[in-house]
Structures are given as structure tokens and as C-alpha cells.
């Protein structure tokens, strides 16, 4: 899998006059990309990045944004990488989204709003509802952590361990052996 970036806005362009062209030129890169990613059988990712706070300029920040390029590119070796910070804080919604675009999903990304630190930091996101809804929708994939931790890395996956026994799971989210 490899993210496939949009681009930005030029500086001092108007965001709504340069969409069309855009998204165009995104369009025709996308499949130029899928078709050399389809010979190696590889996953090329989309993100939407939030306006708000992380990049202004950013050409993708939604996910309905993502879906409709994905839908008009064709390529089934493109899918949404949906990072649940950005989509908080353009759409917020999430069950909803989830549900919405999982059909898309290639890959989920996580960190807590609005600091982006670790899952159990203070916010407004749900992590264990969020990851109980993705086990019932099925998600089989990868969540990447991409947080910034108030202290070291390995400090910063304590979260996990905890969350992981809070389900009855070993590290490494195994069940443990029943007698």
C-alpha cells in the first residue's frame, strides 16, 4: 500500500476557481498511478487532510471529496485511507462515516482531537467504540497510530496494552488461552 498524495492549492489561488482543474489532473495522475501500482498488485491510498488546522492548502480534506475522485478514477486498487483526526475535524460524524465509506477503506489512521496525542489522551474521540464498530463492520486491516506522544514511543502504545486487556486480549491482541 502507498499513499498517493492530492497536492496543494497554489498560494494565493482561489480554492473553489482551481478545483475543476484539480481534481482533473488528480483524476488522470490517479489512474496513471493504479495502472503501474496493478502490475506489482499494490494498494494506492488517498487521504483526505483536514483544511482546518493541519494544511489549508491541501487539494483532498473530505472524505465525501475522496469518494467521489475514487468513483470517477474506477481503479479497484485504490481505496481511502481514512485518517479519523482529519475526518473528526472536517466532518466529525464518524460512526456514520465509517459506515458510510467503509466499502473504500484501505487503511485507518488514528489519533485523538484535538492535541493528535495517544487514543486514551483527553478528547472527543471514542476510541473503544470506535474500535468496536470497525470489528463489527469488519475491518480486518492495519490501524496506524499517527499521533504525536506527550512522552516516549513505547510510553505512548501504553494505551494499547490496556486496551487490549480491557478486551481480554494478550499483547499482540491474542486471546488468552482458556481452560
Keep these: 500500500r502507498i499513499h498517493l498524495m492530492a497536492g496543494r492549492v497554489p498560494q494565493g489561488a482561489d480554492r473553489a476557481a482551481v478545483a475543476g482543474e484539480m481534481e482533473t489532473t488528480f483524476i488522470e495522475n490517479l489512474r496513471y498511478a493504479a495502472d503501474l501500482l496493478a502490475q506489482e498488485d499494490m494498494i494506492g491510498l488517498v487521504e483526505p487532510i483536514n483544511s482546518r488546522i493541519t494544511d489549508p492548502h491541501y487539494f483532498l480534506n473530505t472524505p465525501h471529496q475522496a469518494a467521489a475522485i475514487l468513483e470517477k478514477v474506477g481503479r479497484p486498487n485504490l481505496k481511502l485511507q481514512l485518517d479519523l483526526f482529519h475526518c473528526q475535524i472536517m466532518d466529525g460524524n464518524l460512526s456514520c462515516n465509517l459506515e ?12 485523538q ?67
Design 100 to 111: 458510510t465509506y467503509f466499502p473504500l477503506i484501505g487503511h485507518i489512521q488514528i489519533a
Design 113 to 179: 482531537v484535538p492535541g493528535r496525542h495517544e487514543p486514551d489522551s483527553p478528547g472527543e474521540l471514542n476510541f473503544p467504540y470506535i474500535f468496536e464498530l470497525l470489528e463489527s463492520l469488519g475491518y480486518t486491516g492495519y490501524v496506524g497510530c499517527e499521533y504525536a506522544p506527550k512522552g516516549d514511543t513505547v510510553e505512548g502504545l501504553g494505551w494499547l496494552r490496556s486496551y487490549w486487556e480491557s478486551r481480554g486480549l494478550q499483547p499482540g491482541g491474542t486471546r488468552e488461552a482458556t481452560e
